[in-house]
Each structure stands twice: as structure tokens, then as C-alpha cells.
């Protein structure tokens, strides 16, 4: 699973600050989470819930509303409204990268926004909440009466919310008096996940009822029993997680088969560390990286430890294939491969392949066998040299199909009609 940036103009102008969880392999689809009412894209339960999402083939954008944590803006300027304006905001950013999500995701004030924001996304075919308001003027709860008096007397006052220090303005506070989410949510048209702790003490179990009561089929709620407000443990964000991907599953748009891929890989910065980098390769995203011990974070592979690691695969899959045209009592294949410079060879990259045959074999099959391992495509490219044509953009042509390394393996293995 990758983590990677996703920057995106909010609906006042501001740049908000934004992460990508993808997905190992095949993507089902995406969604937004939006965090509660003060927490941040790296909340733990943000955070948690979007990567176990991920690993369910979910990719989930988080992100954090403006004048919170990495976003541009003022706290004292936010208002609900801008949030949920933000959240649409989110949901065409990612459209805009090929990456339209289906589902909206909230939790607290963010379960209210999701609510609010679904109905002018048209690709939007789902939203979950977990211990969400009904009335987002509930949020003014948190508030002590004394600060609010000083609110609007004053315009603004600085008060403590979760613990931490906020200048809020009257802004704010007028907007949260000002909605209508009962009639929003009555008029949501999408099938809504309720999650609702019943021991929260921050938002009461009454708001789920509302919530439910107000929306229409198809509906859906679930108890998260002894849970906390803001998931504070491990299990309750797994359950969360869990029942998110589960329902989720007739909303989720991503086509069955996906199409062909018009690169063979792709390489980008996740702004993490200085070599660190994410790589797409046909419906596979992984890290790749430089070792601690050359300033990487050893997150990943290596160029050379993935270069490598294709003459292994490619010599493996290759011997697999010959074994079994001939039918060969072969049990068992295992490639090693190690690359190291000899600066004063004409050819000074050698790479050194040992090869492992299990299986009730003769010499002579074996003999054959290790000739057949030099003639994997991976193998032949390597030793023949390859042309490069480098450019600045996207790439002119789509590239060879998934059948053309099956069709170059055959070849590879070509008298499999003759005698061992």
C-alpha cells in the first residue's frame, strides 16, 4: 500500500493539503474522508480507516479542511459551509485525475459534510458516517456558553477545543445555527451507511436515530457498542473499516476489467524521504526506494534490486513454462540473482543467476533446463542491450500488451514439440 500527496484548490482559492492511499492491486474504486470537526487528515482514525479501506482495493483521499493542519487558510475564517464546499471540491480534484469517487466518507462534522456535499456529485453513489450529527449546530456543544457570549458580542474569541487552542469567529458559529440538515438529509437520494457509537459522549446515539429516521431506503445502521467518539482503539477502527468496505461493495464503480494499462510502469515522487518513490505497474502499487545507508528511508526496492528481481522472476516463470510443455516431474523453481559492477570489464554490469530445480529430473533434462533459463525474454533484453526513446510528457503509444511476455516465454521454450 502507497501513501501519496494530493494538493487541490479548495473552494475559496486556498491549497489544501491532501493524501492518497492506493491500493496494492486492483482498485475497486475511491472515495473522500472527510475528518471530524478539529482533527486533521492525520488523525488516527482517518488514517487508519483510509489505509484498511486500501487494502480492501478502496483508494481514499483524506485531506484537511482549510486553516487545519497542512491546508492554507485561518481557522477563524472556516465555516461549515466552506467545508462542505471543500469536500465537493475534493471529489472533483480526484475526478479530474481519473479517479472519481463513489463513495463519501465522514466522520463527526465530517459525516455531516459528507452528507451535505453528496447531492451535487453526481458520481457520489454512497455515503457512510460514523458518530455523526443530526443538527450541525450540535457541534456548538463543545463550546463553552461563556465563549460563545463572547463570540457574538465580540466577533471572535479564542477558546479550547479538544484540548487544543482555536480563534473562532462569529462566522463560524452563525453557520453552524444556520443549516438544515434534517432536510438535506431527507433529500440525500444515496444509500447512507449510519455508524453510531451508543456510549458516545460527544455525539449521543439520539443524532443516529434522527439521522436514520430522517433519510430514506436503502439505509443501513450499525452499532459500534463500547466505542469511543474519536476511535480511539485499534478494533473499533477495524469493525469501522470493515463494514465501510463490506456495504460499500454494490457502490463502488471501477470496472471489472479494467482497461490495459498505456504504460508499462510509472514512477512518481511521494514526497516522503529523498529517493522515495510509488510505482504503478499494470494494477500493482508499490514503493521503491534507496537504502538508509544512502539517505534513502529503505522503504522498497532498489532500481537495480527491482531490475534484478524481473531476471529472477522472468527466468523462474520461463523454466515453469518449459517444465510443464514437457511435462516434467519439476516440483519446485527458485531464481537468485545479484548485480555488481566490475568498473574495468568492457561490460561491467554482470548479474549472477543461480538457479534451483526440485523435482525427480535426470542430468540431461537439468542440462537442458539451464539452457532454457538463458533464453528468458528478461534475460535476452539484458544481454542484447535495449533502445531508449526519451521524452518530456505522456507517452506516445500504448505499450505491449500482458500477452506479449507470454508470447516471448513461448518462443523462449520453442521445441517443446521435440524430445527433451
Known amino acids: 500500500m502507497v501513501t501519496r500527496p494530493f494538493q487541490f484548490s479548495g473552494s475559496t482559492g486556498k491549497q489544501l493539503s491532501g493524501r492518497m492511499e492506493l491500493p496494492d492491486g486492483r482498485v475497486r474504486g475511491w472515495a473522500v474522508f472527510a475528518h471530524c470537526f478539529t482533527c486533521g487528515k ?9 489505509r484498511l479501506l486500501a487494502r480492501q482495493g478502496i483508494g481514499v483521499l483524506r485531506f484537511d479542511f482549510a486553516g487545519l493542519g497542512e491546508s ?5 475564517d472556516s465555516r461549515f459551509s466552506y467545508d462542505v464546499q471543500d469536500l465537493q471540491a475534493a ?3 480526484l475526478a479530474a485525475d481519473d479517479k472519481a469517487p463513489s ?3 465522514g466522520h463527526s462534522l465530517g459525516g455531516a459534510a459528507a452528507i451535505a456535499a453528496a447531492s451535487s456529485l453526481p458520481s457520489i453513489r454512497g455515503v457512510a458516517t460514523v458518530n455523526a450529527p443530526f443538527d450541525v449546530a450540535h457541534t456548538l456543544h463543545q463550546f463553552d456558553p461563556a465563549a460563545l457570549a463572547v463570540i457574538d458580542a465580540e466577533g471572535a474569541a479564542d477558546v479550547r477545543l479538544a484540548g487544543r487552542p482555536f480563534r473562532v469567529g462569529k462566522g463560524l458559529i452563525d453557520d453552524l445555527r444556520g443549516q438544515d440538515q434534517g432536510a438535506r438529509i431527507a433529500a440525500l437520494r444515496r444509500p447512507l451507511l449510519v455508524m453510531h457509537a451508543p456510549l458516545d459522549d460527544t455525539v449521543g446515539i439520539e443524532n443516529a436515530t434522527k439521522i436514520y429516521v430522517a433519510a430514506r431506503h436503502p439505509k443501513s445502521f450499525v452499532s459500534l457498542d463500547d466505542a469511543d467518539h474519536l476511535l480511539s482503539r485499534p478494533q473499533d477502527v477495524e469493525r469501522v473499516g470493515t463494514m465501510i468496505a463490506a456495504w460499500a461493495t454494490p457502490y463502488l464503480t471501477a470496472p471489472i476489467h479494467p482497461p490495459a494499462p498505456t504504460v508499462d510502469a510509472e514512477a512518481e515522487e511521494t514526497g516522503d524521504g529523498k529517493f522515495q518513490v510509488a510505482i504503478t505497474a499494470g494494477d500493482h502499487v508499490f514503493l521503491a526506494d534507496e ?7 529503505g522503504s522498497g526496492p532498489s532500481p537495480f534490486d527491482l531490475l534484478s528481481a524481473a531476471l529472477a522472476a522472468c527466468t523462474t516463470m520461463t523454466l515453469r513454462l518449459y517444465a510443464d510443455g514437457k511435462s516434467l516431474p519439476v516440483t519446485r523453481i527458485r531464481t537468485v540473482v545479484g548485480h555488481q559492477k566490475e568498473v574495468s570489464n568492457p561490460q561491467p554490469d554482470l548479474f549472477n543467476v543461480r538457479v534451483s530445480i526440485e523435482g525427480a529430473i535426470d542430468d540431461s533434462q537439468r542440462a537442458r533446463m539451464m539452457e532454457i533459463a538463458e533464453r528468458c525474454p528478461v534475460h535476452r533484453t539484458l544481454e542484447r542491450g535495449a533502445r531508449f526513446a526519451m521524452a518530456e510528457g505522456e507517452p506516445p503509444a500504448p505499450c505491449e500488451p500482458p500477452e506479449a511476455h507470454m508470447e516471448a516465454m513461448d518462443r523462449a521454450t520453442g521445441d517443446r514439440c521435440a524430445g527433451p
Open 42 to 50: 492525520d488523525n488516527r482514525a482517518a488514517v487508519r480507516i483510509a
Open 72 to 76: 492554507e487558510g485561518d481557522f477563524a
Open 91 to 93: 471529489a472533483r480534484a
Open 103 to 105: 463513495l463519501l466518507i
Open 291 to 297: 537504502p538508509a545507508s544512502v539517505g534513502g528511508l
